[in-house]
Nanobody, 123 residues
C-alpha cells in the first residue's frame, strides 16, 4: 500500500527558505517519476499545480515560476522526496503535496493524495 506523508511546511517571511519532506512507502523511486504539487486557495477551480518533478534518472524539471528558487531531490535509502524552497514569495503560499506522476508526460497523480503541508509566505 502506497503512503505519502508530507512535512516541513510553516510560516516564513518573503525571502526565506523551507525544506519540505515527503516520506513514502510502497514506491520504488528508481522506477517512478516523482513530483511536488501545490494547491493555492485562489487557484482557478482550486486545482493542484505541478511545480517540480524528478525522473528515475534524476532529471529534474520545474514550472517557470519556481525555476532557480526550488530544488527537488530524493534519498532512495530513506524513501524520501524533498523540496528545498529558497527566496520564497507570497505567491508560493499553498498546500504542498507529493505524488508519483503517471508518466513524464502525464502529470496526473498516480495515487491518492496525502494530507499535504501548508506553506505560508508573509510579505
Amino acid at each position: 500500500q502506497v503512503q505519502l506523508v508530507e512535512s516541513g511546511g510553516g510560516l516564513v517571511q518573503a525571502g526565506g527558505s523551507l525544506r519540505l519532506s515527503c516520506a513514502t512507502s510502497g514506491i520504488i523511486f528508481s522506477r517512478n517519476v516523482m513530483g511536488w504539487y501545490r494547491q493555492a486557495r485562489q487557484a482557478p477551480g482550486n486545482q493542484r499545480e505541478l511545480v517540480a518533478l524528478i525522473t528515475p534518472g534524476t532529471i529534474t524539471n520545474y514550472v517557470d515560476s519556481v525555476q532557480g528558487r526550488f530544488t527537488i531531490s530524493r534519498d532512495i535509502a530513506k524513501n524520501t522526496l524533498y523540496l528545498q524552497m529558497n527566496s520564497l514569495k507570497p505567491e508560493d503560499t499553498a498546500v504542498y503535496y507529493c505524488n508519483v506522476l503517471r508518466s513524464y508526460n502525464n502529470y496526473s497523480p498516480a495515487y491518492s493524495w496525502g494530507q499535504g503541508t501548508q506553506v505560508t509566505v508573509s510579505s
